[in-house]
């Protein structure tokens, strides 16, 4: 069982940068793959990005790629998601996953342990 808690959101200015964290409970965490997914208002929750149980493979999705940075600490059981040059359009609640996958994965079903979520906001 791995228990997951996201912090690191708020309120930033288009253009501004915000560094998300999943800290996850558990001696295992090195032995899952971890995503960051986001859900805007009125629309499905959509991948963001992905890293396998090493840290050395990493997925983006196209819309935040050059933008965002994904990286671990199996140390100290965290996950981050470094957020630069933010746009009005990445204003979502995004959610750190966990699944005991190879490597890392670009579907939501890959993941069996979800997060609460963190907003975050960024106005024009």
């Known amino acids: 069982q791995v228990q997951l808690v996201e912090s690191g959101g708020g309120l930033v200015q288009a253009g501004g940068s915000l560094r998300l964290s999943c800290a996850a409970s558990g001696r295992t965490f090195g032995s899952y793959a971890v995503a960051w997914f986001r859900q805007a208002p009125g629309k499905e929750r959509e991948f963001v990005a992905a890293?396998?149980?090493?840290?050395?493979?990493?997925y983006y999705a196209d819309s935040v790629k050059g933008r965002f940075t994904i990286s671990r600490d199996n140390a100290k059981n965290t996950v981050y998601l470094q957020m630069n040059s933010l746009k009005p359009e990445d204003t979502a609640v995004y959610y750190c996953?966990?699944?005991?996958?190879?490597?890392?994965?670009?579907?939501?079903?890959?993941?069996?342990?979800w997060g609460q979520g963190t907003q975050v906001t960024v106005s024009s």
């Open positions: 996953a966990a699944g005991a996958v190879a490597g890392p994965s670009r579907v939501q079903y890959a993941y069996n342990y």
């Open positions: 890293i396998n149980r090493s840290g050395v493979t990493t």
